[in-house]
């Protein structure tokens, strides 16, 4: 477990989950410091090593979340939130956290569109997604993803917070 990395992850993947669950957006007075933060504490914390670390984790995040970003497919909160976190907890640290979110991701996903009566609707989405993304024709005719007239999205800052700490107990 990166213990330097808990408790300043703990208080803002929270507090980030909150904020998205309210207002659909993670603010970037949250998730810009953080980003900061987390290269200057794992420099001073691990010298070279440790500042190495911390870019591999944010370019292991622009891999992971820039080009659903590019495709409107999540927004850009997630994004920095994901560097920032990236920043703090490193590559590979960073990679599972990343397959948890995924699966709670899903789940909730599919509760809400059960909950909202939508999961065809969503399903059809999603294989339009697929077709697209085989073809090369994200953007051709009604958009993709978020910018989709009437697509249902989460607010995915509560899953990627599970998927993260829970990443603390699986290292």
Do not use: E
Not at 2 to 17: K, Q
Not at 147 to 154: F, V
Request: proline share 4%; with cysteine.
């Amino acid at each position: 477990m990166n213990s330097i990395a808990w408790w300043p992850s703990v208080g803002v993947l929270i507090t980030a989950a909150i904020i998205d669950l309210c207002t659909r957006r993670i603010p970037n007075w949250l998730s810009l410091p953080f980003l900061i933060a987390g290269i200057v504490v794992q420099s001073v914390n691990g010298g070279w090593h440790g500042l190495g670390s911390s870019f591999a984790g944010i370019g292991i995040a622009i891999l992971l979340f820039g080009l659903p970003c590019f495709f409107r497919l999540m927004g850009m909160g997630d994004l920095k939130l994901a560097l920032a976190v990236g920043a703090w907890i490193g590559p590979s640290q960073f990679i599972f956290a990343f397959l948890v979110t995924g699966m709670v991701a899903g789940i909730m996903a599919a509760f809400y569109a059960l909950r909202h009566r939508a999961l065809g609707r969503c399903l059809d989405n999603a294989g339009d997604l697929v077709v697209r993304a085989a073809t090369g024709s994200f953007g051709a005719d009604g958009g993709t993803g978020l910018d989709k007239k009437g697509a249902l999205s989460i607010p995915y800052a509560p899953a990627f917070a599970i998927g993260t700490l829970f990443s603390f107990f699986a290292q």
